[in-house]
């Protein structure tokens, strides 16, 4: 469930999302993942009266996920009161994620690593570039959670056996996939 704040949410919206989310586990949907996005947009009084809402359901035990997504706005009440939960994303250095595709290469499959220190450098057009021109089907993964990236992508590898499991990678329709692990500290939909 999303609920995207504006200007002109209302506090009984806000609080709806907020009872859906503490209540998820009890209706059995305790594993779905709830996200209030724009919350720099709500006034002051809707963002004081949700955070006094989510840390009186926290307390009380509610385990289910709620992301708050916050632009840069200096309005951030909701954001800093609930600081205490906050997360950031580290990236393994560009070395490491260079060397992990150098090891899959020797002893799985081609891969390829395209690396940069900033955005928008065309990383991702590249990848999707070289699916269009070896005639491939473009499969996207982005990875949020970088630090246990590396060692995920290489079990997941590890597991495969071969050829034959490459071979079998192929779509229903013959096509051979080029899979993008988009690791990143923020992925973009296009």
Same mark, same amino acid.
């Given at each position: /469930?999303? +609920? +995207?704040? $504006? ?10 999302? *907020? ?34 809402? *989510? ?5 009380? @035990? ?5 992301? *708050? ?14 600081? *205490?939960?906050? %997360?950031?994303?580290?990236? &393994? ?7 992990? @595709? ?19 450098? @065309? ?27 590396? &060692? $995920?992508? !290489?079990?997941?590898?590890?597991? +495969?056996? @071969?050829?034959?499991?490459? =071979?079998?990678?192929?779509? !229903? /329709? ?6 993008? %692990? /988009?690791?990143?500290?923020?992925? $973009? =939909?296009?």
């Amino acid at each position: /469930d999303l +609920l +995207l704040c $504006r200007g002109d949410t209302t506090v009984e919206e806000v609080r709806s999302m *907020i009872h859906l989310w503490a209540g998820a586990a009890a209706h059995g949907r305790g594993e779905q993942l709830f996200c209030l996005a724009g919350v720099d947009t709500l006034p002051y009084e809707c963002q004081r009266r949700a955070a006094i809402q *989510i840390r009186l359901a926290l307390q009380r @035990g509610v385990e289910t996920n709620l992301l *708050i997504v916050s632009g840069p706005s200096p309005h951030q009440h909701l954001t800093s009161q609930l600081s *205490i939960y906050k %997360f950031s994303l580290e990236l &393994p250095p560009l070395q490491t994620l260079q060397k992990v @595709g150098e090891e899959l290469s020797s002893k799985f499959f081609p891969v390829r690593t395209y690396l940069s220190a900033r955005p928008g450098a @065309g990383k991702s057009f590249q990848v999707r570039l070289r699916a269009q021109q070896e005639v491939c089907r473009y499969v996207h993964f982005p990875v949020f959670q970088s630090a246990e990236c590396v &060692p $995920r992508l !290489y079990e997941t590898f590890a597991s +495969l056996s @071969g050829v034959d499991a490459v =071979e079998s990678a192929a779509g !229903y /329709d013959g096509l051979p996939e080029l899979w993008h %692990f /988009d690791v990143q500290a923020t992925v $973009r =939909e296009d």
